[in-house]
């Protein structure tokens, strides 16, 4: 499939006249053929009053063919082939290996929803009968779940395929009935296209009015700031930075009509290692949470970013085997100059940070983006009398903080921002100092995980990828796994409505075969 700089609007390639840009070989520094026109005011406009005017018709579509809509884009992308990833390697820097892992898992996120879609539990069908000799009568009341209208999706810079154009916040909207306009990350332009195409044409051959799906490109904020303010849009998928999402968030609850933003934002991702956990390692867990913190250049909002222990010779032993482990390292290509510049710049803030000293630094990496990664150590007194500590670098870096005692440690846990995970190190003999962890992680992450690493993200009905600010801007969400539908959902009570008049998922044959909520009872097809 050809790309040539076009924006898709509602099935057309559209070339933007305000202006060009060029996505950038991070490897190298070079500019990328071809430039990439930018949207104006227009173009913004009429990519929204399309799906403002695809949605009823859109969210009308059998559950059936929905579902096979989302197959169909599945399929579409993955008939792009080698030139799909080939270009992904040239925008972003990363090996094959890692994008063809990347676009399995974006078309299973698809295939994913078009089981939610087919299943329709997701429309969470109500029933409570009328109660006519009760005093005082109960009318007949029926609810089901429409989706909110058009949203807009933020393509992240992090992921150039799971969580962009055709990614989890895409998938999760088409599936609830949402038309969708994306803003392109400038990262990766032309595989953005490549995919808006593969879209454009799943829209096409399933027969759906063209609105259903737009991209449009822009440079700086006023492009994105302008979808988000536009009254068509109903809200907004994120993931990016605390700044950048704030930005959103004070646009959309700036707006006439207040729209919610589900922004994926900030997180260090703590990681505790308990006493008899440590005691007993090999080191076998400094290992590991190296190559998870060095994983990807460190370009994982679930990267390992602080690790706690309380001192002793076993945590001693951990630090030395974890420098160890990091100086053995090579430099990886980072995936923006910009992301590259913030890291230097985190890493140089934590040099100057008095009580933090630097334990060890991994090898230097080839070209003007690639990333040393850096590991650091400082007490818990020293953690909680330095804000900047909490702040997120995103990449190779985290801080090793010792606590004095299991006090300590739960003082530090209990200081801690909002996190999409939590990471417990533990054996049987540390139950004890677990359960008393346990609900303090509850209520700073999304994810708790036991003895493992928050590196990787299963797309599953029961993950959660979101948790409490910053992590995420609503911490009632998720972005990854089949409760993602949820963000783009609202729910409609029907009373005494006329049979003839019903949704399907609420007409008294049950002619969807859902599993049901009757009289407050769940009712089998």
Sequence with gaps: MAFDGSMIIAGAAVRGAAGTVRAIDPASGAELAPPFGLASG?????????????FDAYRATSLDERAAFL??????????????IERAMQESGLPQARLEGERGRTVGQLRLFAKVVRDGHFLGATLDGALPDRVPARPDLRLC??????VAVFGASNFPLAFSVGGGDTASALAA??????????????????VARAIARAVASCQLPAGVFSMVIGEGRSVGQQLVAHPAIKAVGF?????????LVRVANGRHEPIPVYAEMSSVNPVFMLPHALAADNGELAQGFVDSLTMGAGQFC????????????????????AAAALQAKAGATMLTPGIHQAYQGGVATLDALQGVSRLAAGQAGAGSCAATAALYACDALTYMATPALEDEVFGPCSLLVRCHDQAEMLQVAQRLEGQLTATVHALPADQALAARLLPVLE??????????????VEVAHAMVHGGPFPSTSDSRSTSVGAGAIDRFLRPVCYQNLPAALLPPALADANPLGLTRMQDGVPSAP
């Design 443 to 456: 209520r700073k992450a999304g994810r708790i995980l036991f003895n493992g690493f928050p590196t990787g």
């Design 177 to 194: 009935g949402c038309p969708v306009v994306v803003k392109a990350h400038n990262a990766h332009l032309g595989t953005s296209e490549l």
């Design 71 to 84: 197959e169909a884009i599945a399929q579409e992308i993955l008939d792009l082939g080698p030139q799909l």
């Design 145 to 150: 779940k429409i989706g909110l209208g058009p």
């Design 42 to 54: 227009g173009d913004v406009e009429r990519a929204c009053t399309l799906a403002d005017a695809a």
């Design 239 to 247: 993931t990016g930075s605390r700044q950048g999402g704030m930005a």
């Design 302 to 321: 679930t990267n390992p970013g602080m690790v706690l222990a309380i001192a002793g010779a076993d945590t001693d032993r951990f630090f030395a085997a």
